[in-house]
């Protein structure tokens, strides 16, 4: 959601507006200039071939396991 602010002479807020449309995850990013979203747009029916998001925690930890002390 988006709303337009005043902040003088007294501060008021717009009526706020959506921002995005779409099936989007409640998980999102900011860039870390502040100019753009991240954000993962679900699909409304999982499709037949399968589609999906996985994700990995602890990745780096089974890549230096996986090496061994290389």
Do not use: C
Not at 2 to 23: C, K, M, Y
Not at 41 to 48: F, G, N, V
């Amino acid at each position: 959601m988006a709303a337009d602010v005043e902040t003088s002479p007294q501060f008021h807020a717009a009526t706020p507006r959506r921002l995005f449309t779409g099936n989007y995850s409640n998980s999102y990013d900011v860039a870390s200039y502040g100019k753009r979203f991240l954000m993962i747009k679900l699909p409304t029916a999982l499709r037949a071939s399968g589609d999906r998001v996985e994700i990995v925690l602890n990745w780096f930890e089974e890549l230096k396991a996986r090496l061994g002390s290389r």
